[in-house]
């Protein structure tokens, strides 16, 4: 853990001792992982092995997502255009 004095360094010379002491709690209070998470991160981290994989259907969606991109696109110009429902 850490001493006060390390605490009492990284703050501005006056710093309320009130501050300091809330510091310390804090540090020494500090919630821990739960060992199972911490054993899986670790044998995922020496693994090397990456756990982002694609999507199944990767070029469905960006097809999806293009599709709509462009539609809110011809939505927005047609608008400033003056046409449809949202044009003045």
């Known amino acids: 853990m850490t001493d006060r ?3 009492r360094q990284d ?3 006056g ?9 310390a709690r804090l540090e020494r209070e500090r919630p821990v992982p739960a060992a199972a998470f911490r ?3 670790r ?5 090397g ?12 969606l960006i097809a999806g997502y293009a ?3 462009s539609l809110l696109l011809l939505a927005g110009a047609a608008s400033v255009a003056g046409v449809g429902p949202l044009g003045t």
């Open 49 to 60: 092995v990456d756990a982002r994989t694609r999507p199944a259907r990767l070029r469905l």
């Open 5 to 7: 004095r390390d605490i």
């Open 15 to 23: 710093t309320p001792e009130e501050l300091v002491e809330l510091a």
């Open 11 to 13: 703050l501005e010379h």
């Open 67 to 69: 599709g709509a991109g």
């Open 39 to 41: 054993g899986e991160l």
């Open 43 to 47: 044998r995922r981290l020496l693994s």
